[in-house]
């Protein structure tokens, strides 16, 4: 096997067995043996196996810097919000594994949190906060609206859809084609709420 498709095997490997397990289920001769490379390219490569994670940790949230595409200067915040809501399904479909580490890392962080997880999520959370806020400025949205409040209940909103799918599959459909539908749903509840009338 050539280096580069070694290196390669070890983080497809790695990355299905990490998200399978976590980090302190997988040994390093499971890699090894399921990537037919032998224990001394994983240290070679990525140092050993928390290297390894660290690696694939990396690749996996290495999509949250699309965020910066979505906000653009001058954007309207509701168009970015949009964005946000397109993005964030977008990564989901793409990453499937994705969701497995962004869990397991929040509820039980390694050492790789603060380095890699932390700071990826964060930006997202404050780029969404200062939209909120920038909406407020202008007033969009309710001046009483705390701002992180808001952009932690937009992430939920549309993570938590994802993170259910094999509990709600009998409720909603999770196709694919109906992800524009979705993100009008989500906007329309996120800016609207779901009450008919002031109460």
């Known amino acids: 096997m050539a280096k580069a498709d070694c290196r390669d095997k070890l983080l ?3 990355t299905r067995l990490f998200a399978e397990r ?8 499971e890699i090894s043996l399921e990537a037919g490379a032998s224990i001394s390219m994983i240290s070679y490569y990525f140092g050993g196996k928390e290297g390894l994670y660290a690696a694939v940790l990396t690749a996996q949230f290495a999509c949250f810097d699309q965020i910066d595409e979505i906000r653009r200067p001058g954007a309207e915040p509701l168009a970015v919000l949009e964005g946000y809501l397109r993005w964030t399904i977008q990564r989901h479909r793409n990453n499937p594994s994705l969701l497995r580490f962004y869990t397991s890392e929040l509820t039980n962080p390694t050492a790789c949190f603060n380095r890699i997880v932390a700071p ?3 930006k997202v959370i404050r780029i969404l906060a ?6 407020r400025r202008q007033g969009l949205f309710r001046q009483e609206v705390q701002p ?7 992430a939920g909103m549309v993570n938590y859809f994802f993170l259910s ?3 709600t599959q009998d409720l909603i459909s999770h196709s694919p084609a109906q992800d524009e539908q979705l993100v009008r ?13 002031p109460v």
């Not at 976590?22 to 001769?29: F, H, K, Q, T």
């Not at 992180?148 to 937009?154: D, I």
């Open 12 to 14: 497809e490997v790695g």
């Open 22 to 29: 976590g980090l302190y289920g997988v040994s390093i001769r």
């Open 120 to 122: 990826a999520i964060g």
């Open 130 to 135: 200062e939209l909120v806020d920038e909406g």
């Open 148 to 154: 992180v409040s808001a952009a932690l209940a937009l």
């Open 165 to 167: 799918l094999l509990a």
């Open 185 to 197: 749903q989500y906007l329309a509840i996120f800016t609207r709420g779901i009450v008919a009338a």
